[in-house]
C-alpha cells in the first residue's frame, strides 16, 4: 500500500485528486481512496472486514500534511538521472508552448510538465510523450510537487515578462 508521498507515483496521485474533484465524501471517498493507495478491486474491497479497511485508511493520513522540502534539481529513476532546466530562455518554441499548455491543467498534465522540464537537447513530441509516460507511472510526489509549484509561479512570471516585451515591440513598430 502506498503510505507516503515518497511512494505515491502521479498517476495515483489524480485518482485521488479526482475524487475530490468528484466531490465525494464520507465513506465513497474512504473507500475510492483505499482502491487507489492499495491497487485492490471492487470486490476485494467489498469482502473487506471494517476493522482491515479502517487500518488501511489510516496509512492514508499522509495525504492530509502537505509539507514538502525544497524543489530538487535532479531525481533518479530506475538508474536515469534527469536534471530540471529551470531557465525558460533556454526552452524551444515548442517547449514553451508545450508547458503553457499544460500548466492550463496542471494537477493533470504534472507528467508532461515534468517531462518539458527535463528535456535537453533536441525536442521532439515521440520523446517528450515516451518521457511523460514515465514519470506518470514511477516518478513520486514527493519529487513532483515542490518543482510544479516553483515552476508554475515562474512561468507565470515569465508570462507576464514576455507579454509586456511583445507589447512594447508591437507599440514601437506602431510608431515606426
Same mark, same amino acid.
Given at each position: 500500500m502506498i503510505d507516503s508521498w515518497s511512494k505515491l507515483p502521479i498517476k495515483t496521485f489524480v485518482d485521488i485528486n479526482n475524487i475530490s474533484l468528484n466531490r465525494l465524501d464520507g465513506f465513497d471517498a474512504d473507500y475510492h481512496t483505499v482502491k487507489a493507495l492499495t491497487g485492490l478491486s471492487d470486490e476485494e474491497l467489498d469482502a473487506m472486514p471494517i476493522p482491515d479497511f479502517k487500518k488501511k485508511l489510516s496509512k492514508a493520513a499522509f495525504l492530509v500534511v502537505t509539507s514538502f522540502g525544497k524543489a530538487k534539481d535532479k531525481f533518479t529513476i530506475?538508474?536515469?538521472?534527469?536534471? =530540471?532546466?529551470?531557465?525558460? %530562455? %533556454? !526552452?524551444?518554441?515548442?517547449?514553451?508552448?508545450?508547458?503553457?499548455?499544460?500548466?492550463? !491543467?496542471?494537477?493533470?498534465?504534472?507528467?508532461? =510538465?515534468?517531462?518539458?522540464?527535463?528535456?535537453?537537447? !533536441?525536442?521532439?513530441?515521440? %520523446?517528450?510523450?515516451?518521457?511523460?509516460?514515465?514519470?506518470?507511472? !514511477?516518478?513520486?510526489?514527493?519529487?513532483?510537487?515542490?518543482?510544479?509549484?516553483?515552476?508554475?509561479k515562474v512561468l507565470r512570471d515569465s508570462m507576464t515578462t514576455i507579454q509586456d516585451s511583445l507589447m512594447e515591440d508591437t507599440n514601437k513598430k506602431i510608431k515606426d
Open positions: 530506475d538508474g536515469v538521472e534527469y536534471t =530540471i532546466n529551470w531557465r525558460i %530562455e %533556454e !526552452k524551444t518554441a515548442g517547449q514553451y508552448i508545450d508547458l503553457t499548455h499544460y500548466c492550463k !491543467k496542471p494537477f493533470d498534465n504534472m507528467h508532461y =510538465i515534468m517531462a518539458v522540464l527535463t528535456f535537453n537537447g !533536441k525536442y521532439t513530441a515521440k %520523446e517528450m510523450e515516451e518521457r511523460a509516460g514515465i514519470f506518470w507511472n !514511477k516518478l513520486t510526489m514527493d519529487i513532483v510537487y515542490p518543482i510544479c509549484l516553483f515552476f508554475s
